[in-house]
Every structure is written in structure tokens, then in C-alpha cells.
């Protein structure tokens, strides 16, 4: 069975995305800030992270960033209310899919799937490198 971390500083969120994934077979564990879930993913490693952008404390973007150099195999699911990190920056840092919220479960599912399709490759899609730009956009863009 394929396991989900799932990121968000919001219970309810957390709550029903659990529901969705496990009706769907997905074994799932929930963390409310990106310091914990980046505990409970150096023990567990799951094969998807879930995780909001915008938390109080350590952001998404943060999350991302440590378990692309720490755990560069674990396919990550970026989720925001607003649209306001552009897919094709999340893409490049490695995301394998990129949510915008309110969700719709049928996206919920085909994004987890595609993730865990990702995570189960030949190794070739792990990294993908980060331009200057990129960069400087992380670094600008966070608060």
C-alpha cells in the first residue's frame, strides 16, 4: 500500500484529505507544521508528501527544499489557497504536482496518483536542477 504525508496547518483539511486517500487505499499520516512532517518523513518515508505552501512557521516551500536534498526519491504534492507560487516554479524544484485549493477529490486522487507513478519511475525524474532565477524567486518571494 502506497503511504501519503499530509502537511497543513488546518485539522479539517487534514482530516478530509485522509478520508479521500484512504477510501482510495492510501496509508496515510498527518502532520500540522513542515518541522514535524520533516520528523515524521526522516522515520517513515513515505512515497508522497502532501504539503500546504503557506504555514505558519517553516512554509511548503521550505519542506520542499529539505526533502529534495534529504530525500530526493519522495514525491512531493504542493497544495495553496492562493495561486500564487506558479506551477512551472514548483515544477522545476522537483514538485511532481502542484494543487490549488479548494480541492476537487477527483484532482486530489489523480495528483497523488501521477505522484506515486513519479515516485515508482526508473530514477530519472528525481531532481530536477534550479536556475539562478529560481532561486532568487524562493529567496524573494518568502516572507
Same mark, same amino acid.
Given at each position: 500500500?502506497?503511504?501519503?504525508?499530509?502537511?497543513?496547518?488546518?485539522? &479539517?483539511?487534514?482530516?478530509?484529505? =485522509?478520508?479521500?486517500?484512504?477510501?482510495?487505499?492510501?496509508? =496515510?499520516?498527518? *502532520?500540522?507544521?513542515?518541522?514535524? *512532517?520533516?520528523?515524521?518523513?526522516?522515520?517513515?518515508?513515505?512515497?508522497?508528501?502532501?504539503?500546504?505552501? $503557506?504555514? &505558519?512557521?517553516?512554509?511548503?516551500?521550505?519542506?520542499?527544499?529539505?526533502? !529534495?536534498?534529504?530525500?530526493?526519491?519522495?514525491?512531493?504534492?504542493?497544495? =495553496?489557497?492562493?495561486?500564487?507560487?506558479?506551477?512551472?516554479?514548483?515544477?522545476?524544484?522537483?514538485?511532481?504536482?502542484?494543487?490549488?485549493?479548494?480541492?476537487?477529490?477527483?484532482?486530489?486522487?489523480? *495528483?497523488?496518483? !501521477?505522484?506515486?507513478?513519479? !515516485? $515508482?519511475?526508473?530514477?530519472? $525524474? *528525481?531532481?530536477? &536542477?534550479?536556475?539562478?532565477?529560481?532561486?532568487?524567486?524562493?529567496?524573494?518571494? !518568502?516572507?
Amino acid at each position: 500500500m502506497s503511504s501519503v504525508l499530509i502537511v497543513d496547518d488546518e485539522a &479539517p483539511i487534514r482530516e478530509f484529505l =485522509t478520508r479521500w486517500l484512504r477510501k482510495s487505499n492510501y496509508e =496515510t499520516t498527518e *502532520a500540522a507544521d513542515a518541522e514535524a *512532517a520533516l520528523a515524521l518523513v526522516s522515520e517513515q518515508q513515505p512515497d508522497v508528501v502532501l504539503c500546504d505552501v $503557506h504555514m &505558519p512557521g517553516r512554509d511548503g516551500l521550505w519542506l520542499m527544499e529539505q526533502l !529534495r536534498g534529504r530525500f530526493p526519491r519522495i514525491a512531493i504534492v504542493l497544495a =495553496t489557497a492562493n495561486d500564487d507560487v506558479p506551477p512551472a516554479v514548483s515544477m522545476q524544484r522537483g514538485v511532481v504536482e502542484y494543487l490549488v485549493k479548494p480541492f476537487e477529490r477527483d484532482s486530489v486522487l489523480a *495528483a497523488v496518483s !501521477r505522484a506515486i507513478q513519479w !515516485r $515508482h519511475a526508473d530514477g530519472t $525524474h *528525481a531532481t530536477s &536542477p534550479a536556475s539562478d532565477a529560481l532561486d532568487e524567486w524562493l529567496e524573494g518571494g !518568502r516572507k
